[in-house]
T-cell receptor, first 109, second 114 residues
């Protein structure tokens, strides 16, 4: 089976930096995805990591440590529009990703 | 741009009714998925399909069935709707290419079973 854990809710201030963690235990590993989901909308792809290290994409970066079963999503220069749920999804032994329960991020002025 | 559409955004049905949720994608993707999303539980996989006429059970298939007669269309069927099937249903598709290929999600159908 697979177990994916991420915080339920986080709050941060506009302009700040926030780090959303995801830990996982899976049988096999074939990559980790991060998705953003605004309320009432579909999840949209943010990042994919399969090798250890940091992947940077504009204000968003994603880090992976396979030996620790750990990833984080880093959001810089937070904007109000970044208020959303952030979903961590891990592909284990099959190509089907398993999703964590999501982290609801609230950005306040 | 990939487009995944779902037949309804909101649906209200009565207990015992047969319910059809339709999903269509326009990018010739081989793989299609049905999830339900509930507060505190996240996205849970109901069924997926590798290709036309193929289907596999996900983590919570009980009470559901699926149909994939054409590559672009993946239908979720609730044989006899129950109140515990009230949920947000999300369809997704994916190209069966490189491992980093993402899933593309539809806008979701919010189903209320009374």
């Amino acid at each position: 089976g697979q177990n994916i854990d991420q915080p339920t809710e986080m709050t941060a201030t506009e302009g700040a930096i926030v780090q959303i963690n995801c830990t996982y235990q899976t049988s096999g590993f074939n990559g980790l995805f991060w998705y953003q989901q605004h309320a009432g909308e579909a999840p949209t792809f943010l990042s994919y990591n399969v090798l250890d290290g940091l992947e940077e994409k504009g204000r968003f970066s994603s880090f992976l440590s396979r030996s620790k079963g750990y990833s984080y999503l880093l959001l810089k220069e937070l904007q109000m529009k970044d208020s959303a749920s952030y979903l961590c999804a891990v592909r284990g032994g099959s190509y089907i990703p398993t999703f964590g329960r999501g982290t609801s991020l609230i950005v306040h002025p | 741009d990939v487009k995944v559409t779902q037949s309804s955004r909101y649906l209200v049905k009565r207990t015992g009714e047969k319910v059809f949720l339709e999903c269509v994608q326009d990018m010739d993707h081989e793989n299609m998925f049905w999830y339900r999303q509930d507060p505190g539980l996240g996205l849970r996989l109901i069924y997926f399909s590798y290709d036309v006429k193929m289907k596999e059970k996900g983590d919570i298939p009980e009470g559901y069935s699926v149909s994939r007669e054409k590559k672009e269309r993946f239908s979720l069927i609730l044989e006899s709707a129950s109140t515990n099937q009230t949920s947000m249903y999300l369809c997704a598709s994916r190209w069966n290419g490189t491992p980093q290929e993402t899933q593309y999600f539809g806008p979701g159908t919010r189903l209320l079973v009374l």
